[in-house]
């Protein structure tokens, strides 16, 4: 069973920057890939980025170069720093820890607002 706990939405303008953080709890920690996806009204949760088990990070192509995905040594904390950020990443942000797509856990989601 994994636990998980997002923070650090908030509106920020255009340009502007962001830290997400989920506290992750839980047993065996170290075998999830986890990750961050967001979702709109009305539309699918797409993948925003994601960083497995063993350190290999992807990222959607609309992020790439905007955002970084970071995971502590010890497992309990999974951030994405969000910069240059534009009116379409406006959207609720979830953290997600899964294993093999056997077991995926969600957190409750943060609202990100960028908006003049």
């Known amino acids: 069973q994994v636990q998980l706990v997002e923070s650090g939405g908030g509106v920020m303008q255009p340009g502007g920057s962001l830290r997400l953080s989920c506290a992750v709890s839980g047993t065996n920690l170290w075998i999830y890939d986890m990750g961050w996806y967001r979702q709109t009204p009305g539309k699918q949760r797409d993948l925003v980025a994601t960083?497995?088990?063993?350190?290999?990070?992807n990222y959607a192509d609309s992020v790439k170069g905007r955002f970084t995905i970071s995971r502590t040594n010890d497992k309990y904390t999974v951030s994405l720093q969000m910069n240059s950020l534009k009116p379409e990443d406006t959207a609720v942000y979830y953290c997600n820890a899964d294993y093999k797509g056997i077991l995926s856990y969600w957190g409750q989601g943060t609202q990100v607002t960028v908006s003049s």
């Open positions: 960083i497995s088990a063993d350190g290999s990070i």
